[in-house]
């Protein structure tokens, strides 16, 4: 069994009594090395909730352990924060008129030139930013200042890292190349990553574990892989796949017999190859995603969405036949 190295516990902190606000009653538990994504919607409580965990926020109640040792709030000591975390925030909280390699290095002490020199060469290694030393921040793209950040933040012999939205700052061509970077450094250095985003794809393709939120509450926890295919909420299934969802008396129209009051399924789970018992539905338009195809279908006034990975294959006003041989009830 792994070693816990955060847990929370009944976790509560509210900005105003008379409306929902922060988070409410939160408990889980984050094991060393892990890659944590916090994911929800903007105002859901996230950011409040990274916070808590780093000692940023006084609580209202509940309490953060790191290595088991009660996590101080911001009034039980001079500079909040723990000193085995680190934050890296939205605006990077770098020195914008310094060098690189001088942002970096300036984490550790001078009893040591030559190995504090060492240590910063060989944390620019790991983010792929040794040829920017001599750079100044201003000169920077976004993506560059952002591995800057992280790199001052881990120089320290940090335990834990927290990332406040990583990529919010960082076009769609660096996220995949920044994604695969924070995994590998977890790997090589043994870092425990919790990182909040709204974007769900952070989290599939990060996380070693999810933690959804909405509005201040945690719905549902675990391996991305199972979170995804087991959705315990309609919420959880719309934000991680953009689920189609339709109600019972819908569902009915397409013989699909619900044991709640909707039914939730994904559009890659719909099979467009059919079977003895298929559906025809007629194709009210086609949308190009690059590899694929999303498909959108109607058939008695009903409206589902597909996934055609055989381009062109069916055109709009094509009649298809549709299975839907997996769904959730809820």
């Known amino acids: 069994m792994k070693e816990k190295i955060i847990s929370v516990r009944n976790l509560t902190k509210q900005y105003q009594k008379e409306q929902a606000s922060g988070i409410r009653d939160i408990s889980f538990d984050i094991e060393k090395g892990q890659i944590v994504a916090i994911l929800g919607e903007s105002g859901s409580g996230k950011s409040t909730l990274l916070k808590c965990i780093y000692g940023l926020l006084k609580t209202d109640e509940g309490e953060v352990l790191f290595k088991e040792k009660r996590v101080l709030g911001p009034d039980e000591q001079l500079i909040p924060g723990h000193k085995e975390m680190k934050m890296v925030t939205q605006d990077f909280s770098l020195n914008i008129y310094a060098k690189v390699y001088d942002n970096i290095a300036s984490m550790l002490s001078n009893?040591?030139?030559?190995?504090?020199r060492d240590k910063t060469f060989q944390m620019m290694r790991h983010l792929n930013i040794e040829h920017l030393k001599d750079k100044k921040i201003t000169e920077l793209s976004g993506g560059e200042q952002q591995r800057v950040a992280i790199a001052k933040a881990l120089i320290s012999d940090t335990s834990?890292?927290?990332?406040?939205?990583?990529?919010?700052?960082?076009?769609?061509?660096?996220k995949n190349q920044l994604r695969a970077d924070i995994k590998r450094i977890a790997v090589e250095t043994g870092v425990t990553v919790i990182m909040v985003s709204h974007d769900p794809a952070d989290g599939l393709f990060l996380a070693d574990q999810l933690l959804l939120i909405k509005e201040g509450q945690l719905l549902?926890?675990?391996?991305?892989?199972?979170?995804?295919?087991?959705?315990?909420h309609i919420y959880t299934a719309q934000l991680l796949g953009n689920a189609v969802v339709l109600?019972?008396?819908?569902?009915?129209?397409?013989?699909?017999q619900s044991k709640g009051s909707k039914v939730v399924f994904y559009p890659e789970w719909v099979d467009l190859k059919g079977?003895?018992?298929?559906?025809?539905?007629?194709?009210?338009?086609?949308?190009?995603?690059?590899?694929?195809?999303?498909?959108?279908?109607?058939k008695n006034g009903v409206t589902i969405r597909a996934i055609q990975l055989n381009r062109g294959e069916h055109k709009k006003n094509d009649h298809v036949q549709v299975n839907i041989p997996k769904f959730l009830s809820f």
Not at 220 to 232: D, F, K, L, R, W
Not at 247 to 256: I, S
């Open 247 to 256: 109600d019972a008396a819908e569902a009915e129209k397409l013989g699909l």
């Open 220 to 232: 549902q926890s675990g391996a991305p892989a199972y979170v995804y295919n087991h959705p315990q």
């Open 111 to 116: 009893t040591d030139v030559q190995g504090k």
């Open 275 to 298: 079977s003895w018992n298929s559906r025809r539905f007629e194709v009210k338009d086609v949308y190009y995603k690059g590899f694929y195809e999303e498909l959108l279908l109607e």
């Open 160 to 174: 834990v890292l927290l990332l406040d939205e990583p990529f919010s700052q960082v076009d769609a061509l660096l």
